[in-house]
Protein backbone atom coordinates (compact mmCIF):
# COMPACT_ATOMS: atom_id res chain seq x y z
CA UNK A 1 0.00 0.00 0.00
CA UNK A 2 1.34 3.43 -0.94
CA UNK A 3 1.31 6.45 0.92
CA UNK A 4 0.86 9.97 0.22
CA UNK A 5 1.63 13.28 1.51
CA UNK A 6 -1.06 15.51 2.75
CA UNK A 7 -0.46 17.84 -0.37
CA UNK A 8 -0.70 15.08 -2.88
CA UNK A 9 -3.96 13.77 -0.63
CA UNK A 10 -5.64 17.19 -0.59
CA UNK A 11 -4.91 18.26 -4.51
CA UNK A 12 -6.24 13.93 -5.29
CA UNK A 13 -9.33 14.61 -2.75
CA UNK A 14 -10.05 18.31 -4.99
CA UNK A 15 -9.71 15.53 -8.38
CA UNK A 16 -12.32 13.20 -6.77
CA UNK A 17 -14.83 15.37 -5.22
CA UNK A 18 -16.83 15.55 -9.12
CA UNK A 19 -16.21 12.07 -9.41
CA UNK A 20 -19.23 9.32 -9.63
CA UNK A 21 -18.27 5.81 -8.57
CA UNK A 22 -17.09 3.40 -10.65
CA UNK A 23 -17.08 0.34 -8.92
CA UNK A 24 -20.29 -0.98 -6.15
CA UNK A 25 -18.99 -3.75 -3.76
CA UNK A 26 -22.06 -5.38 -2.55
CA UNK A 27 -23.49 -7.34 -0.33
CA UNK A 28 -21.14 -10.71 -1.71
CA UNK A 29 -18.64 -8.35 -0.27
CA UNK A 30 -14.71 -7.69 -2.14
CA UNK A 31 -14.49 -10.69 -4.87
CA UNK A 32 -11.92 -11.15 -7.17
CA UNK A 33 -14.14 -10.11 -9.92
CA UNK A 34 -14.97 -7.36 -8.37
CA UNK A 35 -10.99 -6.60 -8.04
CA UNK A 36 -10.47 -7.00 -10.75
CA UNK A 37 -12.60 -4.68 -11.99
CA UNK A 38 -10.96 -1.63 -9.46
CA UNK A 39 -7.57 -3.03 -11.20
CA UNK A 40 -9.30 -2.35 -14.95
CA UNK A 41 -10.82 0.49 -13.64
CA UNK A 42 -6.99 2.18 -11.95
CA UNK A 43 -5.32 1.59 -14.99
CA UNK A 44 -7.64 3.54 -17.57
CA UNK A 45 -8.81 6.69 -15.05
CA UNK A 46 -5.89 6.62 -11.76
CA UNK A 47 -8.23 7.92 -9.55
CA UNK A 48 -11.58 6.01 -8.46
CA UNK A 49 -14.51 6.27 -6.21
CA UNK A 50 -15.61 2.73 -5.19
CA UNK A 51 -19.08 2.65 -2.86
CA UNK A 52 -19.79 -0.17 -0.65
CA UNK A 53 -23.33 -0.81 -0.19
CA UNK A 54 -22.60 -2.63 3.29
CA UNK A 55 -23.64 -0.69 6.43
CA UNK A 56 -20.90 -2.43 8.68
CA UNK A 57 -18.39 0.70 9.33
CA UNK A 58 -15.27 -1.99 10.71
CA UNK A 59 -15.50 -4.19 7.57
CA UNK A 60 -15.52 -0.52 5.05
CA UNK A 61 -12.13 0.03 6.72
CA UNK A 62 -11.16 -3.51 5.95
CA UNK A 63 -11.85 -3.39 2.47
CA UNK A 64 -9.90 -0.05 1.72
CA UNK A 65 -6.62 -2.02 3.11
CA UNK A 66 -7.73 -5.24 1.30
CA UNK A 67 -8.24 -3.13 -2.02
CA UNK A 68 -4.94 -1.25 -1.84
CA UNK A 69 -2.33 -4.16 -0.65
CA UNK A 70 -2.92 -6.56 -3.52
CA UNK A 71 -3.56 -3.73 -5.86
CA UNK A 72 -0.34 -1.23 -5.09
CA UNK A 73 -2.85 1.58 -4.43
CA UNK A 74 -3.42 4.39 -2.28
CA UNK A 75 -5.86 5.45 -0.15
CA UNK A 76 -7.35 8.91 -0.45
CA UNK A 77 -10.44 9.13 1.14
CA UNK A 78 -13.16 7.29 2.84
CA UNK A 79 -16.22 9.14 4.06
CA UNK A 80 -19.38 6.83 4.57
CA UNK A 81 -19.77 4.42 2.30
CA UNK A 82 -17.67 6.01 -0.55
CA UNK A 83 -14.05 5.14 -0.95
CA UNK A 84 -11.11 6.89 -3.34
CA UNK A 85 -8.54 5.14 -4.44
CA UNK A 86 -5.31 6.09 -6.41
CA UNK A 87 -2.79 4.54 -8.44
CA UNK A 88 -0.32 6.03 -10.54
CA UNK A 89 -1.13 5.10 -14.22
CA UNK A 90 1.92 3.05 -15.73
CA UNK A 91 4.16 4.65 -18.48
CA UNK A 92 3.67 2.07 -20.93
CA UNK A 93 0.24 1.65 -20.50
CA UNK A 94 -2.13 2.23 -23.90
CA UNK A 95 -3.77 5.01 -22.34
CA UNK A 96 -0.95 7.25 -21.61
CA UNK A 97 0.74 6.90 -24.76
CA UNK A 98 -2.30 7.87 -26.88
CA UNK A 99 -2.25 11.29 -24.02
CA UNK A 100 1.45 11.63 -25.30
CA UNK A 101 0.67 11.46 -29.28
CA UNK A 102 1.24 13.92 -32.09
CA UNK A 103 -1.29 14.63 -34.60
CA UNK A 104 -2.10 13.20 -37.11
CA UNK A 105 -0.45 14.55 -39.85
CA UNK A 106 2.76 13.45 -38.19
CA UNK A 107 4.47 16.77 -37.84
CA UNK A 108 3.71 19.59 -34.40
CA UNK A 109 0.97 21.74 -34.73
CA UNK A 110 2.65 25.28 -35.92
CA UNK A 111 2.45 27.46 -32.58
CA UNK A 112 0.41 30.60 -31.97
CA UNK A 113 1.92 33.65 -32.48
CA UNK A 114 1.50 35.32 -28.90
CA UNK A 115 1.09 39.38 -30.17
CA UNK A 116 -1.00 42.15 -29.33
CA UNK A 117 -4.96 41.08 -29.63
CA UNK A 118 -6.77 43.61 -31.38
CA UNK A 119 -9.09 46.16 -29.40
CA UNK A 120 -12.57 44.87 -28.92
CA UNK A 121 -14.95 46.33 -31.35
CA UNK A 122 -17.73 48.12 -29.31
CA UNK A 123 -21.35 47.56 -30.16
CA UNK A 124 -21.75 51.61 -31.62
CA UNK A 125 -18.46 50.80 -34.22
CA UNK A 126 -20.81 48.23 -36.15
CA UNK A 127 -23.85 50.43 -36.46
CA UNK A 128 -21.95 53.30 -38.54
Known amino acids: MKLLTPAERRALKARAH??????????????PKVL???DVNLKSHELIKIRVLGDDRAARAGMVEAICGPLAAAPV?????????FRPRPEDSPAAASAGRSTAGGGK?????RGRKAPRRT???FQG
Do not use: C, F, N, Y
Open 77 to 85: QHIGKILVI
Open 36 to 38: HEI
Open 109 to 113: KPAKA
Open 18 to 31: HLQPVVMIGDAGLT
Open 123 to 125: KRS
